[in-house]
Structures are given as structure tokens and as C-alpha cells.
């Protein structure tokens, strides 16, 4: 069965305003019936706003379909790297994952758009472009048949900056020579290298080590990654380059969506605005909170970054990306009337 799965959800709309408003318990009996436990694979911590919204999600889907189906997440890498479990979900034995846009392009490059660095003005912009899900479906669905995956809904996922054991970053020079770590994908690496840097594509669990004994000099990441992963004790100089906002994705195995009744699927792709939601709303203060942590470990913050010089640097990535066919025009579209929207 092929949807607009995605597609129906987006056109139902909110149907819970918050946790309470719902009255999930996750205690629900379908009348003897077994549950079916949907594994989640998380590459952070429980503390994430991703995790507490697949937790919620779990909880209010086992209610919504009268303990039928939950989901349970595993946060750290539990089940593997994001790389790793990302090819779980495609072959059916994992069957949801939060995953980085930026991994996603190894399957589909049309995903790049909305990884170019630059591109989002603001959280806002970014927010109200993944609010139109009905826009995105040709992106979103564009795995099932090729890889059995299909994207549920996008989030906010912080703003990137680079952090490093060795300077302060404040111009393209200052990269210069510095191994910096990317997510596993071609434009992250092409990026960082515009960007002055050498690049060093790696799973977030080898960061830790490969900085402390100096196979790297640096990463560039949100500063939840930064704080939460302990990347502070080893990297003391984050710089506000605020180069990338990268969306994650709530990601489902087709197949498994595909077997579940059209009632149960339905209550699914009623409860992912929810999801989406919570994700977006708590990541402000895990800022905030990360923030603060990090500075217990006695980091320099800088934010006297030449933006500019930067943005010039990574122009040609972006203009030759967007070019390559329609649908990125179309997306890069989207793209611009959201932040000119965020800034009127
Ligand atoms: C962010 C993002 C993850 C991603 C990670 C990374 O934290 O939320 O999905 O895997 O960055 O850079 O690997």
C-alpha cells in the first residue's frame, strides 16, 4: 500500500495539544492481545527532545489503538549508529528511527536542500517549511520503494557551529589545517572544506575519543550535541558560525507501517503532528540547559564570526545543488518564502 501516509497526517492536523490534553497512560488493553513494541534507535541522550517525544508518542499510540502497538525508544546508540540503524529500519528489523537529513542524503540526494549550509535565515523559517508536510511528500515517500522507508515528519534539530581544541574560529583562515568531524555525507563535506577546513567524516560515538587524543581537531554541532556527548571536556573553543540547520526526520519502516490495520495506521499519522511538536518545543531550553553545562567544563564561547566571509565561501555548493533539478528548485523555493516570511 502506497501512501500519502504522511500526506493524511498532515491534513488531519493537531488532534492533542499537549501530553495531559491526550490522557495517554500507556496502559491500555486490547483485550488480551499481544502489543506490538516498535524498537526506536536514538544516537543521544534521553534527555533530547527527540526522545521524550518518542516516548510520548509511544504512550499515546498505545492508548490510540487500545494497546495494539507502542513504541519504545533506545537513546545512545543502543542499536547501532545512526548510519547503522538507518539500514535496520530499510530491512524491517528496527521500525522507526530519529535521523539526521543529512544521512539521508546517501539515499536520496534530492535530500540535500534543506543541509546546505546557510540556507535557513531561522529556527522559524526551518519550522514552517517542515510544517508543510503535504509540500514535502515527493521527498518523504521517495524511499519506500527503494530502501522501505518513509519519512513521518521533520524537526528542528538545533544550529550548528564549530567547536575545536586548538582556536577561537572567527574567519575562514582560522580553520585552516584543522581536521574537523561531519556527519556521514558528501555535502557535509564538501562544506566543511569550503569553509577553510579539512573534513573527517565519522558516527557521533567515535567523536568523544577521536578528540581527546587528537585524531581530531574539532566537530560542528548544535550545543546539545556538545554539552550532552561531554564534546566540552575536550574541545574547549565553540565559535557561533551558525552555519547549518539540519532537520532530523521521524523515520518508519514501510513494511511495517504497511501491516498495520488502516485504523491503527491512522491513529499513528494522527498522533505524529504531536511528535513533531514536542520535539520543536523543547529544544530551546535544552539549549539553554546545555549551554550552562558546558560551561562548567570552562569553555570559551565566541561570537565574533565573520558570517559573512563564511557564506561567501559555500555559495557555489549551494547554487550548484539547488540547480540540479526541479524538485530542489521547488524545495529551495519553499526554503526563501519561509524566511522571507520570518523576517517580515
Ligand atoms: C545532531 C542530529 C543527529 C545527528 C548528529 C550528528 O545531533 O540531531 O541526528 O546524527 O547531529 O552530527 O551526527
Known amino acids: 500500500m502506497k501512501l500519502s501516509k504522511a500526506g493524511l497526517a498532515a491534513t488531519i492536523g493537531l488532534i492533542c495539544l499537549g501530553i495531559t490534553a491526550c490522557g495517554g497512560s500507556g496502559d491500555a488493553s486490547n483485550g488480551g492481545g499481544a502489543t506490538t513494541i516498535w524498537k526506536l534507535a536514538f544516537n543521544q541522550t534521553e534527555?533530547?527532545?527527540?526522545?521524550?517525544?518518542?516516548?510520548?508518542?509511544?504512550?499515546?499510540?498505545?492508548?490510540?489503538?487500545?494497546?495494539?502497538y507502542t513504541i519504545k525508544p533506545y537513546a545512545n546508540e543502543q542499536l547501532g549508529s545512526q548510519t547503522q540503524a538507518i539500514t535496520n529500519v530499510s530491512d524491517g528489523t528496527i521500525e522507526m528511527i530519529w535521523a539526521s537529513s543529512g544521512t539521508l542524503e546517501n539515499f536520496n540526494q534530492d535530500f540535500i536542500v534543506f543541509n546546505l549550509p546557510y540556507v535557513f535565515d531561522s529556527v522559524e523559517a526551518q519550522e514552517a517549511v517542515l510544517a508543510q508536510?503535504?509540500?514535502?511528500?515527493?521527498?518523504?515517500?521517495?524511499?519506500?520503494?527503494?530502501?522501505?522507508m518513509t519519512v513521518l515528519t521533520g524537526v528542528h534539530a538545533g544550529v550548528r557551529n564549530i567547536y575545536n581544541s586548538v582556536r577561537p574560529?572567527?574567519?575562514?583562515?582560522?580553520?585552516?589545517?584543522?581536521?574537523?568531524?561531519?556527519?556521514?555525507?558528501?555535502?557535509?563535506?564538501?562544506?566543511?572544506e569550503l569553509m577553510?577546513?579539512?573534513?573527517?567524516p565519522l558516527d557521533t560515538g567515535e567523536i568523544y575519543s577521536a578528540l581527546q587524543?587528537?585524531?581530531?581537531?574539532?566537530?560542528?554541532?548544535n550545543e546539545t550535541v556538545f554539552a550532552s556527548l561531554k564534546h566540552a571536556e575536550v574541545a574547549k573553543y565553540y565559535s557561533y558560525t551558525r552555519h547549518l540547520l539540519i532537520p532530523d526526520y521521524l523515520i518508519v519502516s514501510t513494511s511495517a507501517l504497511d501491516a498495520m490495520s488502516d485504523e491503527d495506521r491512522q491513529a499513528l499519522?494522527?498522533?505524529?503532528?504531536?511528535?513533531?511538536?514536542?520535539?520543536?518545543?523543547?529544544?530551546?531550553?535544552f539549549v539553554t540547559t546545555s549551554i550552562a553545562d558546558a560551561e562548567g567544563s570552562a569553555v570559551e564561547f565566541n561570537d565574533d564570526v565573520d558570517v559573512d566571509a563564511f557564506k561567501e565561501n559555500v555559495k557555489p555548493l549551494i547554487d550548484e545543488?539547488?540547480?540540479a533539478n526541479d524538485l530542489r528548485q521547488e524545495?529551495?523555493?519553499?526554503?526563501?518564502?519561509?524566511?522571507?516570511?520570518?523576517a517580515a
Not at 574560529?169 to 555525507?185: H, M, T, W, Y
Open 47 to 68: 534527555d533530547h527532545p527527540q526522545f521524550k517525544a518518542a516516548e510520548q508518542l509511544g504512550e499515546l499510540l498505545d492508548d490510540a489503538t487500545d494497546g495494539r
Open 133 to 148: 508536510p503535504d509540500k514535502l511528500q515527493e521527498l518523504y515517500t521517495s524511499l519506500e520503494d527503494s530502501k522501505n
Open 169 to 192: 574560529i572567527r574567519e575562514p583562515a582560522d580553520l585552516n589545517g584543522l581536521k574537523i568531524r561531519v556527519q556521514q555525507s558528501e555535502s557535509q563535506v564538501k562544506m566543511i
Open 196 to 200: 577553510g577546513a579539512v573534513a573527517s
Open 213 to 221: 587524543t587528537g585524531v581530531l581537531d574539532g566537530s560542528e554541532n
Open 269 to 285: 499519522l494522527n498522533l505524529v503532528p504531536q511528535a513533531q511538536q514536542t520535539a520543536n518545543d523543547l529544544f530551546a531550553e
Open 321 to 323: 545543488s539547488v540547480a
Open 331 to 342: 524545495l529551495y523555493a519553499m526554503v526563501e518564502n519561509a524566511n522571507e516570511a520570518a
